[in-house]
């Protein structure tokens, strides 16, 4: 299809306005972490970096940030566990309930974060009568995490089919054998991509969070939204933000690179 020149204009004119819209309040995130004010009056009324060494010495941010980089590291080992074998299972056998169990398998990220946190703070007390803690925490994380690995390994066992499996099999290797040396090197980088992609998102998620952390637990998504409007706070909050942006950029990117045309993840 040709484009003219009118409508290549009117489509680099429309991704503009989108991309500004986007990006601009972010831009105005990073540039008041620099502002002397304690208020986020615009525009700055000065520069300072007194903010970001406030923001080292924070007691309390220090320890959110602590605690969302446990839970996101222990979502993210559970859900390359149960999201790899998840995958194999419906790429590689067919079964009755499969394509309802896929469905089950995808259905926790597409809820609404406060219909699965609800869902899981009544399952944690009424059900189980577990009370909410790390625990709780950890595993609410990796109800929506375990997707994305799924997804990403789901696509790249469809995408590289399963001939070289066989013929490894065929030729005597044993199947850990085969998993060990054909398998897994070719869904390594399917697997960092899932994990980092994991990690992101338990990371940033604050919804079912506060449905299921325990008294006391604080991830960084809830301290911020805890601090936001606290007046000794505000500044800090612009500085924790503007590392937050910076940070999510990287695992983002890199799961781009792994995955290659493999594709998954939070829509």
């Known amino acids: 299809m040709t484009l003219t020149s009118r409508t290549r204009k ?10 500004v819209f986007v990006y601009a309040p972010l831009a105005v995130v ?9 208020s986020f009056g615009w525009p700055p009324s000065g520069f300072t970096l007194h ?37 194999f299972a419906l790429s590689r056998y067919r079964f009755f309930g499969r ?25 944690f007390q009424t059900l189980l009568h577990v009370d909410l803690g790390y625990f ?8 929506f995490c375990i997707v994305v690995v799924f997804n990403n390994v789901r696509a790249r066992l469809n995408q590289l089919g399963g001939s070289v499996e066989e013929a490894s099999l065929d030729l005597g290797a044993s199947r850990w054998t085969t998993f060990r040396l054909i398998t897994f090197p070719m869904l390594r980088s399917a697997l960092l991509a899932g994990g980092l ?46 590392c937050l942006i910076v940070a999510s950029i990287i695992p983002i990117y890199l799961s781009q690179k792994l995955a290659g045309d493999s594709t998954g993840g939070r829509v």
């Not at 990073?30 to 304690?38: G, T």
């Not at 709780?136 to 109800?143: D, G, N």
């Open 99 to 123: 394509n309802s169990l896929s469905l089950l398998v995808i259905l926790p990220i597409a809820l609404p974060g406060i219909v699965t946190g609800m869902a899981l703070k009544n399952a």
């Open 197 to 242: 992609l994991a990690f992101a998102l338990s990371f940033d998620e604050i919804i079912v969070t506060t449905f299921t952390a325990g008294p006391g637990i604080e991830t960084l998504p809830v301290w911020i939204n805890l601090n936001l409007f606290r007046p000794t706070q505000a500044p800090v909050v612009n500085v924790i933000g503007s």
């Open 10 to 19: 009117l489509l680099a004119l429309a991704v503009g306005i989108v991309l």
């Open 51 to 87: 903010w970001w060494s406030s923001a080292w010495s924070s007691g309390g941010a220090l320890d959110a940030v602590w605690v969302s980089v446990r839970v996101g590291l222990m979502a993210m080992a559970i859900a390359l566990v149960l999201g790899t074998l998840l995958a």
């Open 136 to 143: 709780t925490l950890v595993v609410s994380h990796a109800t």
């Open 30 to 38: 990073v540039i008041s972490s620099f502002n002397p004010s304690r």
